[in-house]
């Protein structure tokens, strides 16, 4: 029995197809159901929606808010228990402009965070290392979007560094203390 070139095509393109559904199934997402604390809870009781996927050995873990239904943060753990972040996490206002970013290394807040308000300002960056904070900016912007001041808190160095602009954009005041480092110091603005 001699089988025809178009039924030769079929089977192949039938074997195809049969291989690439059994591969995307392999690639089918975790769902999780999260509460405030992002801890696991029942679907009705949840706050958050996550669907997770298997990349470069780690958890892309994309949650949604279930009140509006927008995405509100992308995180990376070490596995399906969600028990560890490590990679980048990002946070996303409503209209999906990112609010917040930075990297976890296993479990801590590591290198360069950053936050933005709703116009896109930069507002706030600290860097870690390893869940330890060396160094936190504070930025303040008028209604016209120039500097309002700047503060720099350098925990390695043990300096406040704070600068204030006026409307124009121009230094009007700039100084710099040193600060003494520890759990009972108090600091007056």
């Not at 009007?172 to 600060?179: C, E, L, M, R």
């Amino acid at each position: 029995m001699q089988i025809s070139r178009n039924v030769k095509y079929f089977l192949f393109f039938a074997f195809l197809f049969v291989a690439a559904l059994q591969a995307q199934g392999q690639d089918k997402p975790h769902r999780y159901y999260l509460d405030k604390d992002l801890r696991f809870t029942s679907k009705d009781s949840s706050i958050f929606t996550g669907m997770g996927w298997e990349e470069n050995g780690h958890i892309k873990l994309r949650c949604f808010n279930n009140i509006n239904k927008t995405f509100c943060f992308l995180a990376y753990c070490t596995d399906t228990t969600l028990a560890v972040f490590d990679g980048l996490f990002q946070s996303y206002f409503p209209n999906s402009d990112v609010e917040n970013e930075g990297n976890y290394v296993n479990g801590k807040v590591d290198g360069n965070w950053k936050r933005w308000n709703h116009l896109k300002d930069l507002t706030d960056s600290t860097i870690y290392d390893h869940g330890a904070e060396l160094m936190y900016a504070k930025m303040n912007y008028y209604d016209n979007r120039q500097f309002e001041s700047v503060v720099i808190d350098d925990s390695k160095k043990g300096k406040l560094y704070t600068t204030y602009f006026n409307r124009a954009g121009e230094v009007i005041y700039n100084d710099s203390v040193a600060i003494a480092p520890g759990p009972d110091s108090i600091f007056i603005k």
